[in-house]
Structure formats: structure tokens, C-alpha cells
């Protein structure tokens, strides 16, 4: 399986490695105790592989936004096959370069350009104690969520206000009728204030409740 170093969507926006550099170390502390990973499905936040909901439906957490990967994974019958994943800055390679593990009998097969990102949810909005979570957005509107997270970040440490701080996003969601596949639900990434970093000890991934990174129980959005 390939393995490669993380990713984040190409924005264009100018000084980025800069940015990057300001808060990288303020954002290295980001974690809580094991890696859980998170879903989007059908208008709710589902976390965890018995996949339990939010109190109020959403959350509030600290997004590691300096590492955010940006790649392509592989499903086969249900399985994830191969994944790829790029630094921000990193060039995608096209798709048509990419391995291929066919045939492919099922719909979702075959290899899809996904976004993933870590983050550690605060003990606020019902939830008890800290989290430390990731995220996969593969559909168009998740993509587009996070597109809008990274700018709206990138727009405010552009103020130069908030070199030693870190985000603060309200995670919730949204929907719009479409005309033909009717009620259409998005998540919602909200930049709420800066804070200053926590201090928390690093994450342990448990394996024996999350899977590894390249497990086919990892939830895509």
C-alpha cells in the first residue's frame, strides 16, 4: 500500500508557507487521547465505529490546519485497497497515473480525491471531555466545506493578530432542495475565535476501537 506525506486543496493564496510556519508549533500540542474518526452522513456528525451522535448535532473543535492532506484513496469491494496523500503545497499527480487495482464491480469503487484533516473537539456544546479526532471529506460539498475553513483561517492570520493562536471552528450542518436528488444536507465549518493553544498530552491511536490509518473502518464523509 502506497504511503506518502499529507495534503491540503491548492487555494492560491499568496504567503501561505509563512502562515503555515506561524502556527505549526502552536498547533503541535493539538490532541487529546486516541484517534476517533468522524463522519458526515445524511445531515448529522457521527463519531466512532458504533458511530454516536452529538448532543446538539454539532461541536466545537481546533482543526490541525498547518497539516491538512490532500490526496486520493482506493475502495475495492468495500475495502479501502490504496491510499495517496500530499503536503499542502504538494502537487496532486492526475488520476489517470494512479495505480490501478481493478476490476472494479461495485459503484464506489476505483480510486476518488479525498481531504482529511485532524482535530481536537472541545469539551463545549455537550460534549464531556476532549477529543481528538479526523475527518475525510469526500464528497463536493465536504470539500467545499473545508475549502472554506482553510480560507477563512489564511484571511484572518493574514491580520497578523493571531500568529500564536489557533482556530476555533463550530462544526454543524446545513441543506438545500435540489431538484432532482430533493433534500441535500452539507456540513458547515464556521470560524467562531482564536484561542490560545491548550496544553494536552499526545494522541495514542487505539487500534483495537479506531483501526489504522488504512483501515476500511474509517468513515468517509
Same mark, same amino acid.
Given at each position: 500500500?502506497?504511503?506518502?506525506?499529507?495534503?491540503?486543496?491548492?487555494?492560491?493564496?499568496?504567503?501561505?508557507?509563512?502562515?503555515?510556519?506561524?502556527?505549526?508549533?502552536?498547533?503541535?500540542?493539538?490532541?487529546?487521547?486516541?484517534?476517533?474518526?468522524?463522519?458526515?452522513?445524511?445531515?448529522?456528525?457521527?463519531?466512532?465505529?458504533?458511530?454516536?451522535?452529538?448532543?446538539?448535532?454539532?461541536?466545537?473543535?481546533?482543526?490541525?490546519?498547518?497539516?491538512?492532506?490532500?490526496?486520493?484513496?482506493?475502495?475495492?469491494?468495500?475495502?479501502?485497497?490504496?491510499?495517496?496523500?500530499?503536503?499542502?503545497?504538494?502537487?496532486?499527480?492526475?488520476?489517470?497515473?494512479?495505480?490501478?487495482?481493478?476490476?472494479?464491480?461495485?459503484?464506489?469503487?476505483?480510486?476518488?480525491?479525498?481531504? !482529511? %484533516?485532524?482535530?481536537?473537539?472541545?469539551?463545549?456544546?455537550?460534549? #464531556?471531555?476532549?477529543?481528538?479526532?479526523?475527518?475525510? /471529506? +469526500?464528497?463536493?460539498?465536504?470539500?467545499?466545506?473545508?475549502?472554506?475553513?482553510?480560507?477563512?483561517?489564511?484571511?484572518?492570520?493574514?491580520?497578523?493578530?493571531?500568529?500564536?493562536?489557533?482556530?476555533?471552528?463550530?462544526?454543524?450542518?446545513?441543506?438545500?432542495?435540489?431538484?432532482?436528488?430533493?433534500?441535500?444536507?452539507?456540513?458547515?465549518?464556521?470560524?467562531? !475565535? %482564536?484561542?490560545?493553544?491548550?496544553?494536552?498530552?499526545?494522541?495514542? #491511536?487505539?487500534?483495537?476501537?479506531?483501526?489504522?490509518? /488504512? +483501515?476500511?473502518?474509517?468513515?468517509?464523509?
Amino acid at each position: 500500500m502506497s504511503t506518502a506525506v499529507a495534503a491540503a486543496p491548492s487555494f492560491d493564496l499568496a504567503n501561505i508557507d509563512a502562515l503555515v510556519n506561524q502556527i505549526e508549533k502552536a498547533s503541535e500540542g493539538l490532541s487529546s487521547d486516541r484517534l476517533n474518526y468522524i463522519k458526515f452522513s445524511k445531515g448529522d456528525w457521527l463519531i466512532g465505529k458504533e458511530q454516536e451522535t452529538f448532543p446538539e448535532n454539532s461541536f466545537e473543535a481546533i482543526p490541525d490546519l498547518p497539516n491538512l492532506e490532500n490526496g486520493y484513496v482506493c475502495w475495492k469491494d468495500g475495502q479501502l485497497t490504496d491510499e495517496l496523500w500530499f503536503g499542502i503545497g504538494e502537487d496532486l499527480p492526475s488520476k489517470d497515473s494512479l495505480p490501478d487495482h481493478g476490476p472494479y464491480t461495485q459503484q464506489n469503487d476505483g480510486w476518488s480525491q479525498n481531504v !482529511r %484533516f485532524q482535530m481536537n473537539i472541545l469539551p463545549t456544546m455537550g460534549v #464531556e471531555s476532549p477529543i481528538y479526532a479526523q475527518f475525510t /471529506a +469526500s464528497s463536493g460539498g465536504g470539500q467545499r466545506a473545508v475549502g472554506d475553513m482553510m480560507k477563512a483561517w489564511v484571511r484572518e492570520m493574514k491580520t497578523g493578530k493571531y500568529d500564536t493562536k489557533v482556530p476555533v471552528f463550530k462544526f454543524s450542518s446545513d441543506s438545500y432542495k435540489h431538484n432532482t436528488y430533493g433534500r441535500v444536507y452539507v456540513p458547515l465549518m464556521t470560524l467562531d !475565535r %482564536f484561542i490560545d493553544p491548550p496544553v494536552v498530552k499526545k494522541p495514542t #491511536e487505539d487500534k483495537s476501537s479506531t483501526g489504522s490509518s /488504512a +483501515s476500511k473502518d474509517i468513515p468517509l464523509e
